[in-house]
């Protein structure tokens, strides 16, 4: 830390005080932008505010006792913990055997490793509603080729079992790539001597990947459990584009929260769905800030 | 091994791009040829009579009258593609500008100077990524009523610049502590003020960064939906929330039009993805890795 600040010539105001006018115009926006609605929506959350600007009166905890005793609230957890636990889990073990595929020589690599990772840069939503005419159950291009070889060809987009099958099919599409890319970091940050003096010790290929590769790799891959986590916690753009918000086979929490506030006006409630959302958030985002902090701290000591 | 290596490459390169190659493929076919049951793979461009473009057949007259038509609006909107492109640009290219300028003063100061609790700020500032636009959403609006901001490209810039900012601030400080301190040190030395050598010195040499750091953040704001969605219900809206609200068009999906703007839209982010791929890891993971 200590070798990172200025000498400042003593005339000048206080290294701390100029650095505080550098982060300040950041800090504000930051706090007005995100910080402040954060607060204000917990707040909102004890109204019974909607959103034609009428009279707010607080309700107590009114909005939380409807939360919690309807259905749709159970299902949309149920739903949206469903997409991470899968979708993180598949994307992890499918982008992970890429990247061992990957490791070695392969001609063309870094061209073959920049078309992997264009859809994941794409516009979700864009992406998704073009999914939809690929998906179609009775022109979909995919239906098409399933018949061809004589599989089942069935209803993507309306059959009830399958919509969140769709959903989770097409956020996999763009996401593995991501958890290649920071698979192939982790197994190439493993040192190579580790390998060669495995192979003295005429150790077995699954030894050398249990005992070597998979505990070498997995602080990466956790970073990228806990990004993917995170992102999948508020899956929305995928719903809207692909079943629309009310849907109670595909509806997360963010897609309720479409549903009580834009549908039915209900901005308290909203509200409280929002808090819902945002302890399952922290949680996980706390975890991951202490996670790169210990990164952070491994990676120091391994340089020092 | 090498067999079963290659096999699965392959599998996932035809997996990731067949479906952006179809997009490509729908956006010169006619309404009728992109809901065919019978689905047309080749584009045929000859005299109709030599191109048996029947039912059965895997042909089909390619033609861009989509991207023609583009300068149309669509029945029941009232604006034409370019328009909502405008917006999208708009609002991408001034929240970017904002985020990159005020993440780079912002990790300068992160970088050099003793900051009470600096370890502090910079997770709040990382963890405001993670903060849920649906959550949000409603206070938000409520704000945004306040100060007439609702329906505006600024209301959407300002919204931008903040969830950009995380990203700026952590990718920018990456960087800037990447520059050796020494230039710096000897402009103070000649008598260079603090600013003035953060503008003459730091600027210069951060300017990789900064194009990257751009690129990362007009990325996410062209991407995004759900702001976009439930802040603008007219005036500034983005392309993603047109295409969305043409899916329940009642003369049906005007699929060919929206392959077109798909096009369009997405060219630039993979023309994007090409000149930022050495950065990439760096970039989706906030700067905690560097290759």
């Given at each position: 830390?200590?070798?990172?600040?200025?000498?400042?010539?003593?005339?000048?105001?206080?290294?701390?005080?100029?650095?505080?006018?550098?982060?300040?115009?950041?800090?504000?926006?930051?706090?007005?932008?995100?910080?402040?609605?954060?607060?204000?929506?917990?707040?909102?959350?004890?109204?019974?505010?909607?959103?034609?600007?009428?009279?707010?009166?607080?309700v107590?905890?009114?909005?939380?006792t409807?939360?919690?005793?309807?259905?749709?609230?159970?299902?949309?957890?149920?739903?949206?913990?469903?997409?991470?636990?899968?979708?993180?889990?598949?994307?992890?073990?499918?982008?992970?055997?890429?990247?061992?595929?990957?490791?070695?020589?392969?001609?063309?690599?870094?061209?073959?490793?920049?078309?992997?990772?264009?859809?994941?840069?794409?516009?979700?939503?864009?992406?998704s509603?073009?999914?939809?005419?690929?998906l179609?159950?009775?022109?979909?291009?995919?239906?098409?080729?399933?018949?061809?070889?004589?599989?089942?060809?069935?209803?993507?987009?309306?059959?009830?079992?399958?919509?969140?099958?769709?959903?989770?099919?097409?956020?996999?599409?763009?996401?593995?790539?991501?958890?290649?890319?920071?698979?192939?970091?982790?197994?190439?940050?493993?040192?190579?001597?580790?390998?060669?003096?495995?192979?003295?010790?005429?150790?077995?290929?699954?030894?050398?990947?249990?005992?070597?590769?998979?505990?070498?790799?997995?602080?990466?891959?956790?970073?990228?459990?806990?990004?993917?986590?995170?992102?999948?916690?508020?899956?929305?753009?995928?719903?809207?584009?692909?079943?629309?918000?009310?849907?109670?086979?595909?509806?997360?929490?963010?897609?309720?929260?479409?549903?009580?506030?834009?549908?039915?006006?209900?901005?308290?409630?909203?509200?409280?769905?929002?808090?819902?959302?945002?302890?399952?958030?922290?949680?996980?985002?706390?975890?991951?800030?202490?996670?790169?902090?210990?990164?952070?701290?491994?990676?120091?000591?391994?340089?020092? | 091994?090498?067999?079963?290596?290659?096999?699965?490459?392959?599998?996932?390169?035809?997996?990731?791009?067949?479906?952006?190659?179809?997009?490509?493929?729908?956006?010169?076919?006619?309404?009728?040829?992109?809901?065919?049951?019978?689905?047309?793979?080749?584009?045929?461009?000859?005299?109709?009579?030599?191109?048996?473009?029947?039912?059965?057949?895997?042909?089909?007259?390619?033609?861009?009258?989509?991207?023609r038509?583009?300068?149309?609006?669509?029945?029941?909107?009232?604006?034409?593609?370019?328009?909502?492109?405008?917006?999208?640009?708009?609002?991408?290219?001034?929240?970017?500008?904002?985020?990159?300028?005020?993440?780079?003063?912002?990790?300068?100061?992160?970088?050099?100077?003793?900051?009470?609790?600096?370890?502090?700020?910079?997770?709040?500032?990382?963890?405001?990524?993670?903060?849920?636009?649906?959550?949000?959403?409603?206070?938000?609006?409520?704000?945004?009523?306040?100060?007439?901001?609702?329906?505006?490209?600024?209301?959407?810039?300002?919204?931008?610049?903040?969830?950009?900012?995380?990203l700026?601030?952590?990718?920018?400080?990456g960087?800037v502590?990447?520059?050796?301190?020494?230039?710096?040190?000897?402009?103070?030395?000649?008598?260079?003020?603090?600013?003035?050598?953060?503008?003459?010195i730091?600027?210069?040499?951060?300017?990789?960064?900064?194009?990257?750091?751009?690129?990362?953040?007009?990325i996410?704001?062209?991407?995004?939906?759900?702001?976009?969605?439930?802040?603008?219900?007219?005036?500034?809206?983005?392309?993603?929330?047109?295409?969305?609200?043409?899916q329940?068009?009642?003369?049906?999906v005007?699929?060919?039009?929206?392959?077109?703007?798909?096009?369009?839209?997405?060219?630039?982010?993979?023309?994007?993805?090409?000149?930022?791929?050495?950065?990439l890891?760096?970039?989706?993971?906030?700067?905690?890795?560097?290759?």
């Amino acid at each position: 830390m200590k070798r990172n600040e200025f000498r400042v010539r003593p005339r000048a105001a206080p290294s701390s005080l100029i650095g505080a006018g550098f982060v300040a115009p950041a800090l504000l926006l930051l706090v007005a932008m995100n910080l402040f609605p954060l607060i204000f929506n917990i707040y909102l959350s004890f109204t019974n505010a909607d959103l034609s600007g009428g009279p707010v009166k607080m309700v107590g905890g009114h909005n939380y006792t409807v939360l919690f005793n309807e259905a749709r609230y159970a299902n949309a957890l149920t739903v949206t913990g469903l997409f991470v636990l899968v979708s993180v889990s598949v994307e992890l073990v499918l982008g992970f055997v890429l990247a061992m595929a990957m490791r070695d020589r392969v001609p063309g690599k870094a061209v073959i490793l920049t078309v992997l990772l264009i859809p994941m840069m794409l516009c979700p939503v864009v992406l998704s509603l073009f999914w939809n005419l690929i998906l179609n159950g009775n022109y979909g291009i995919l239906n098409q080729l399933l018949a061809l070889v004589h599989l089942p060809q069935p209803q993507w987009l309306t059959d009830d079992d399958l919509k969140l099958v769709s959903i989770l099919f097409v956020d996999i599409w763009m996401w593995t790539p991501f958890m290649m890319l920071i698979s192939l970091a982790g197994l190439n940050s493993i040192p190579s001597y580790i390998y060669e003096a495995a192979e003295i010790d005429r150790a077995g290929r699954w030894m050398v990947f249990r005992s070597i590769t998979l505990p070498m790799c997995a602080p990466l891959l956790g970073l990228a459990v806990l990004l993917r986590a995170t992102d999948a916690l508020k899956q929305f753009d995928l719903v809207m584009a692909i079943t629309g918000p009310n849907d109670a086979s595909t509806q997360t929490l963010s897609a309720r929260i479409y549903q009580v506030v834009f549908r039915d006006y209900k901005v308290g409630l909203g509200s409280a769905y929002g808090v819902v959302i945002l302890v399952a958030v922290i949680a996980v985002a706390t975890i991951f800030v202490r996670y790169i902090e210990m990164l952070g701290r491994r990676q120091g000591k391994a340089e020092a | 091994m090498r067999a079963v290596r290659t096999v699965l490459v392959v599998w996932f390169l035809l997996v990731a791009t067949l479906p952006l190659a179809w997009l490509a493929l729908t956006s010169v076919k006619t309404y009728q040829d992109t809901i065919s049951a019978h689905a047309k793979f080749v584009p045929w461009s000859g005299p109709l009579e030599s191109n048996p473009s029947g039912a059965d057949s895997v042909r089909f007259a390619a033609t861009l009258d989509a991207y023609r038509n583009l300068s149309k609006p669509v029945a029941g909107t009232p604006n034409d593609f370019y328009h909502y492109l405008g917006n999208s640009i708009v609002i991408g290219v001034l929240s970017t500008l904002a985020a990159v300028c005020l993440g780079t003063i912002c990790a300068y100061g992160f970088s050099r100077f003793r900051i009470p609790g600096s370890k502090d700020w910079l997770f709040f500032i990382l963890s405001t990524r993670f903060l849920p636009p649906l959550a949000v959403v409603v206070p938000v609006l409520v704000m945004y009523r306040w100060f007439a901001l609702e329906n505006t490209h600024l209301g959407l810039v300002l919204l931008y610049t903040s969830f950009n900012l995380s990203l700026a601030v952590w990718l920018m400080k990456g960087f800037v502590d990447e520059i050796p301190r020494a230039f710096e040190e000897a402009a103070l030395v000649d008598g260079y003020s603090v600013l003035h050598t953060f503008f003459r010195i730091i600027v210069p040499q951060a300017s990789t960064g900064m194009a990257v750091t751009g690129v990362f953040c007009l990325i996410s704001s062209w991407n995004e939906f759900g702001f976009a969605m439930t802040l603008n219900n007219y005036e500034a809206q983005t392309v993603p929330v047109y295409f969305a609200g043409l899916q329940g068009n009642i003369e049906g999906v005007p699929w060919p039009r929206i392959a077109a703007g798909m096009m369009i839209f997405v060219g630039p982010i993979v023309l994007f993805t090409v000149l930022v791929r050495r950065h990439l890891l760096r970039g989706v993971t906030f700067g905690t890795i560097k290759q």
